[in-house]
T-cell receptor, first 116, second 116 residues
Framework: EAGVAQSPRYKIIEKRQSVAFWCNPI?????LYWYQQILGQGPKLLIQ????????DSQLPKDRFSAERLKGVDSTLKIQPAKLEDSAVYLC??????????????FGPGTRLTVL | AQSVTQLGSHVSVSEGALVLLRCNYSSSVPPYLFWYVQYPNQGLQLLLK??????LVKGINGFEAEFKKSETSFHLTKPSAHMSDAAEYFCAVSTTGGTSYGKLTFGQGTILTVHP
């Protein structure tokens, strides 16, 4: 079974530029998560999708971050414009359902963003 | 709100020695608890999880953890460390209801170093 795919793996941009990340979850997984992992910290949930609907985006900085999950499969996360503090690893995860007792979140390898 | 505290950002052990990584949680409802491992440049991989039932949980690679409600702890142990165990370990707690159902809140991580 193929895992969660993310691209690109690395991205370097200058502040105020735009950037987009792509995630392809495990086939059939209805729930998709985007996490931000700043160096030295644990991952922090940015947004959670159930199929193509947003379940939780309470920690997404909506003035600069946006995310979509068209057709309930692939997802993109965009930052526009980027700030220095956005430097982090962006992790995508998916699960069959949001029920943690029954299902496991599987994580992709992440995209490491450096903002100069 | 739920939170996780991992005691010790770095733990160093000798090969063959006991591994003990500490995790304390705060939750207003019975929690679901997880340990994830992250190897360099890879995504997070689930080691084990506690949802209900037996409080001693066995996971992959010889790791186990015990849920102690009275101590609000979920410490991770392994009787004998192996060089391949060197990685960063994250404890996490999950919401068990509401609109953020399934959301993981992570601790800050503990880097485990194993010496020959």
């Amino acid at each position: 079974e193929a895992g969660v795919a993310q691209s690109p793996r690395y991205k370097i941009i200058e502040k105020r530029q735009s950037v987009a990340f792509w995630c392809n979850p495990i086939s059939g997984h209805a729930t998709l998560y985007w996490y931000q992992q700043i160096l030295g910290q644990g991952p922090k949930l940015l947004i959670q999708f159930q199929n193509n609907g947003v379940v939780d985006d309470s920690q997404l900085p909506k003035d600069r971050f946006s995310a979509e999950r068209l057709k309930g499969v692939d997802s993109t996360l965009k930052i526009q414009p980027a700030k220095l503090e956005d430097s982090a690893v962006y992790l995508c995860a998916s699960s069959s359902s949001p029920a943690p007792r029954l299902d496991t979140q599987y994580f992709g390898p992440g995209t490491r963003l450096t903002v100069l | 709100a739920q939170s996780v505290t991992q005691l010790g950002s770095h733990v160093s052990v000798s090969e063959g020695a006991l591994v003990l990584l500490r995790c304390n949680y705060s939750s207003s409802v019975p929690p679901y608890l997880f340990w994830y491992v992250q190897y360099p440049n890879q995504g997070l991989q689930l080691l084990l999880k506690y949802t209900t039932g037996a409080t001693l949980v066995k996971g992959i690679n010889g790791f186990e953890a015990e849920f102690k409600k009275s101590e609000t702890s979920f410490h991770l142990t392994k009787p004998s460390a192996h060089m391949s165990d060197a990685a960063e370990y994250f404890c996490a707690v999950s919401t068990t209801g509401g609109t953020s159902y399934g959301k993981l809140t992570f601790g800050q991580g503990t880097i485990l170093t194993v010496h020959p």
